[in-house]
């Protein structure tokens, strides 16, 4: 048990175990720059959410061939053309 090619593998036990050592010794057994990375893109993800939602929002797309109001089952054969949509109502 716990053999990657043996007849029972256990998948994630890699990665348990290395969450069991992470939680018991803490950011000391990371590599030397992880904790700065990963700070870092936490950071800019935070900052580009943050400006997404103060940002003006853009203008919502147009619906240009009018298929607003048409059901989904009508909609690929709207936009694919009159073999497609004949095709999809037989």
Do not use: E
């Not at 990657?4 to 030397?32: C, D, E, K, N």
């Not at 003006?56 to 054969?77: E, I, S, Y």
């Amino acid at each position: 048990v716990g053999d990657p090619h043996g007849p029972y593998p256990t998948p994630y036990s890699a990665i348990y175990r290395a969450m069991a050592i992470f939680g018991t010794q803490g950011l000391a057994v990371l590599p030397q720059h992880c904790a700065a990375l990963m700070a870092l893109f936490f950071t800019a993800a935070l900052l580009v959410n943050l400006a997404r939602d103060l940002l003006p929002h853009r203008l919502a797309r147009q619906d240009t061939q009018g298929l607003a109001g048409w059901g989904a089952g009508k909609q690929p054969g709207r936009q694919a053309g009159r073999q497609a949509g004949l095709a999809s109502c037989s």
